[in-house]
């Protein structure tokens, strides 16, 4: 019997994973706007009808992305012990992946019902502001209202940052005024 001639096509694994592997790279490179079915398709080696299998569209694939994203987020927020020691994680992974924490934001809260994995996601990196900045003497709507606070802050500064319109000393610079405002909170 004849050899069968090796495939250039993915036929082992987990192609969902390296899916959103690839489009996770892409999309830390080069933002959302670089994803396609196709695009990420040709990267793992398979028709681009292979990924309809495993996403619905260009959207849930995104979805995918910005779910990883936000785990990633929330394991580099774990370590953090303090107020400072979240800002300068928070910052540090949004700066560092400028394309891809554009990505994350760009998700529509109001459809993460539909997206369990995703919501699940955005909750853990949530749940490391209020281990940090909920209190047991508050209510939860106080707790909420704490970490809302901090989040919203850290976004602004982050894209007013990103945007020039910020007159600070560079990341270090952001990251000591973003720590004195959730300071003085």
Same mark, same amino acid.
């Given at each position: 019997?004849p ?8 036929r082992? +694994? ?16 080069d933002? *959302?706007?670089? @994803?396609?079915?196709?695009?990420? =398709? ?6 681009h ?6 996403? =619905?569209d260009?959207?849930?694939? #995104?979805?995918? #992305? ?8 929330? /394991?580099? @927020?774990?370590?953090?012990?303090? @107020? ?5 994680a ?6 560092? %992946? ?8 760009? %998700?529509?809260h109001?459809?993460m ?12 990196? !949530?749940?490391? *502001?209020? %281990? ?5 003497? %508050?209510?939860k709507?106080e ?9 919203? @802050? ?9 945007a +020039? !319109?910020? /007159? #600070? ?5 952001? !990251?000591?005024?973003l720590?004195?405002?959730?300071? =003085?909170?």
């Amino acid at each position: 019997m004849p050899a069968r001639p090796l495939r250039d096509t993915y036929r082992h +694994g987990n192609l969902r994973a390296e899916a959103v592997r690839v489009a996770y790279e892409l999309a830390t490179a080069d933002g *959302a706007g670089a @994803l396609s079915l196709r695009r990420v =398709a040709d990267s793992v080696g398979v028709a681009h009808r292979s990924l309809y299998n495993h996403f =619905a569209d260009r959207e849930a694939l #995104v979805d995918a #992305v910005a779910e990883q994203g936000f785990l990633d987020l929330a /394991d580099a @927020l774990r370590p953090a012990q303090s @107020l400072a020691d979240y800002v300068r994680a928070y910052v540090t992974f949004a700066l560092r %992946r400028p394309q891809l924490y554009a990505l994350m934001k760009s %998700r529509p809260h109001a459809t993460m019902k539909d997206r369990p994995e995703l919501q699940a996601a955005v909750h853990l990196s !949530i749940a490391e *502001a209020m %281990r940090l900045f909920g209190r047991p003497d %508050r209510s939860k709507a106080e707790n909420r209202r704490a970490v809302m606070r901090v989040l919203i @802050l850290l976004h602004g500064g982050i894209t007013m940052h990103q945007a +020039g !319109i910020l /007159d #600070v000393e560079g990341d270090e610079g952001l !990251i000591a005024e973003l720590t004195a405002m959730a300071e =003085a909170g």
